[in-house]
């Protein structure tokens, strides 16, 4: 169905005097010299607990943004409580009431919150001004905009039989009992839309956001107070993982988990919660998006330069903190020459450093830990006699956690670095024969476990499409020509199978479908007033 009442979020260039780009670094500036505090949110009420944490620059570690209070077991079932008394009355407000409030929160970000929730990204995220706009500010719009349009289509579809004497239609019942939603670090947009898109389908939400990216989270829980979501409907639980999750897990009214995150974390969620199955009032759903190891495959027909064009914002926007981040790529030997020539004399150009500075096309990676755990990998890598470093390699964490582009060239198609996720910026190469283009294509779809993301860069038709065919379980959004990356809501809904979640399409209505439990109803204008049948009767 086209939904020709909704458009997708233009996005701001933030050009060179461009108004936009004067109100934003004047935003970040502001927010920059401040340090706030974040409390818990539950029911409305403002809670300080006696754990704390804090929101730093990535860019800056030693610069504190935030104090943020951290939930603890009491504070966590009071959260749950909060939300099943709510539950009886969100539950039963009317479509139209809830898409009106997602509808306002979309212009408030379009408008006077646009800044204040992308500087924040920028501050506590690290992401230049472009990431912040098409995710904190585009994406998120696009959130609130589409799903509303997708529930009042949801709603609206009655394909059901009415034969005469009766009429039978489908009501759309939100979950008996609450959502538990997971937030990563790495999108502003999925943190809002894991517990948004539940709620707008008339379920509460318990919302843990990534202890490395509240502060943009505590900003979207203003916007969306200010219009007009009423208290209690989304809780808002900063902590610790095992701290929130167990007792959250371990509560009979679980009624759904929305998580992004890893792989190991979503695994260890669904055991917990099928070693509770009995445990439950309903079988709570489970949504989740993981991890990807994403993949280019060129063919000898490709245009280089959409080639090394995909392999660059494919790998290092972000610096490749993307699920659906490049992180693998087959180049075939007859063009290798010239596309490594391309692609170092291009990566070259990319400038690292803080946000605050909108030349630098790559910022910091997250944190401590991702920062180690990247840079294990480079260091595994230069100590390889099968794979070498052909580009990059350096990392500084003295200031802020900056690692450069690196890309790794391998003769092993099964090497470390192509086969496990780093989530970082690190691009590993495989140079392939071109006569084994059909054993290349198998090699792609058997490399990794999971199956997020991929693109295939050629110009010749059958190839597109024998790769397509071939490729058809290895990735859930699969680029023609494009990078890996940069799924728009009601355009390329994301999601991917495998070791990569439940592809339940995010930016669709399938996933929306997810936080309904539909009743059938028949009503009867004729009822039968005498139980016996007609053959019943005697010849």
């Keep these: 169905m086209a939904y020709s009442n909704v458009i997708n979020e233009p996005v701001k260039d933030y050009k060179p005097g461009s108004e936009e780009r004067k109100t934003l670094l004047k935003e970040y500036k502001r927010q920059s010299n401040e340090k706030i505090k974040i409390p818990i949110i539950i029911g409305g009420k403002k809670i300080y607990?006696?754990?704390?944490?804090?929101?730093?620059?990535?860019?800056?570690h030693k610069k504190v943004l935030?104090?943020?209070?951290?939930?603890?077991?009491?504070?966590?079932?009071?959260?749950?409580?909060?939300?099943?008394?709510?539950?009886?009355?969100?539950?039963?407000?009317?479509?139209?009431?809830?898409?009106?409030?997602?509808?306002?929160?979309?212009k408030l970000l379009a408008g006077k919150w646009r800044d204040k929730i992308n500087a924040a990204t920028m501050l506590n995220q690290s992401k230049n001004v472009y990431q912040a706009e098409i995710d904190a500010a585009c994406e998120l719009i696009d959130f609130f905009n589409?799903?509303?349009?997708?529930?009042?289509?949801?709603?609206?579809?009655?394909?059901?039989?009415?034969p005469e004497g009766m009429r039978n239609h489908l009501e759309y019942r939100p979950l008996e009992g609450f959502v538990f939603a997971i937030a990563p670090f790495n999108f502003t947009s999925i943190a809002g839309n894991l517990p948004g898109a539940p709620a707008l389908m008339g379920n509460v939400s318990i919302w843990k956001p990534a202890s490395s990216a509240i502060l943009a989270c505590h900003y979207l829980l203003e916007m969306l107070k200010e219009a007009g979501l009423p208290d209690g409907v989304i809780n808002f639980l900063p902590g610790?993982?095992?701290?929130?999750?167990?007792?959250?897990?371990?509560?009979?009214?679980?009624?759904?988990?929305?998580?992004?995150?890893?792989?190991?974390?979503?695994?260890?969620?669904?055991?917990?919660?099928?070693?509770?199955?009995?445990?439950?009032?309903?079988?709570?759903?489970?949504?989740?998006?993981?991890?990807?190891?994403d993949f280019c495959l060129a063919h000898n027909s490709c245009n280089t330069d959409v080639l090394v064009t995909a392999m660059i914002r494919g790998a290092f926007e972000y610096q490749g903190q993307k699920c659906s981040a490049m992180s693998r790529a087959y180049i075939p030997k007859?063009?290798?020459?010239?596309?490594?020539?391309k692609l170092i004399n291009e990566v070259k150009k990319i400038k690292v450093g803080s946000p605050k500075d909108t030349s630098n096309f790559m910022n910091a990676v997250i944190d401590k830990n991702a920062?180690?755990?990247?840079?294990?990998?480079?260091?595994?890598?230069?100590?390889?006699?099968?794979?070498?470093?052909?580009?990059?390699?350096?990392?500084?964490?003295?200031?802020?956690?900056?690692?450069?582009?690196?890309?790794?060239?391998?003769?092993?198609?099964?090497?470390?670095?192509?086969?496990?996720?780093?989530?970082?910026?690190?691009?590993?190469i495989f140079v392939y024969n071109d006569e084994d283009w059909e054993q290349t294509i198998n090699l792609v779809d058997n490399t990794s476990s999971y199956g997020l993301t991929g693109c295939i860069i050629a110009s010749e038709k059958n190839i597109i499409?024998?790769?397509?065919?071939?490729?058809?379980?290895?990735?859930?959004?699969?680029?023609?020509?494009?990078?890996?990356?940069?799924?728009?809501?009601?355009?390329?809904?994301?999601?991917?199978?495998?070791a990569s979640g439940t592809n339940d399409k995010a930016g669709s209505e399938l996933n929306l479908l997810r936080?309904?439990?539909?009743?059938?109803?028949?009503?009867?204008?004729?009822?039968?007033?005498?139980?016996?049948?007609?053959?019943l009767e005697e010849d």
């Design 371 to 428: 920062f180690d755990n990247i840079a294990k990998y480079i260091d595994y890598a230069d100590n390889q006699e099968d794979a070498e470093i052909i580009y990059g390699g350096n990392f500084d964490g003295s200031k802020g956690y900056f690692i450069d582009p690196t890309i790794i060239l391998t003769t092993d198609p099964k090497f470390k670095t192509m086969v496990e996720e780093i989530f970082g910026p690190v691009l590993t």
């Design 465 to 498: 499409k024998e790769s397509t065919n071939k490729l058809r379980y290895a990735a859930g959004n699969f680029y023609i020509n494009d990078k890996p990356t940069g799924a728009v809501v009601g355009q390329q809904p994301f999601g991917g199978s495998r």
């Design 334 to 341: 007859s063009i290798w020459p010239s596309v490594e020539e």
């Design 240 to 293: 610790d993982g095992k701290t929130v999750g167990d007792p959250i897990l371990n509560n009979s009214n679980l009624a759904g988990v929305h998580f992004t995150g890893s792989t190991s974390t979503f695994n260890h969620i669904w055991k917990t919660i099928g070693s509770n199955i009995d445990k439950y009032k309903t079988y709570p759903r489970i949504v989740g998006e993981t991890g990807g190891k």
């Design 66 to 106: 935030a104090t943020f209070y951290k939930a603890d077991e009491k504070i966590v079932n009071s959260a749950i409580e909060n939300s099943l008394e709510t539950w009886k009355s969100w539950s039963s407000t009317s479509l139209s009431y809830r898409t009106t409030i997602f509808r306002k929160a979309a």
């Design 515 to 535: 936080w309904v439990s539909l009743r059938t109803i028949k009503e009867n204008f004729y009822p039968p007033s005498e139980f016996e049948y007609p053959f």
């Design 146 to 162: 589409f799903n509303s349009s997708f529930a009042e289509n949801i709603y609206s579809t009655q394909n059901l039989i009415s």
């Design 49 to 60: 607990s006696d754990k704390v944490g804090h929101c730093v620059s990535p860019h800056n």
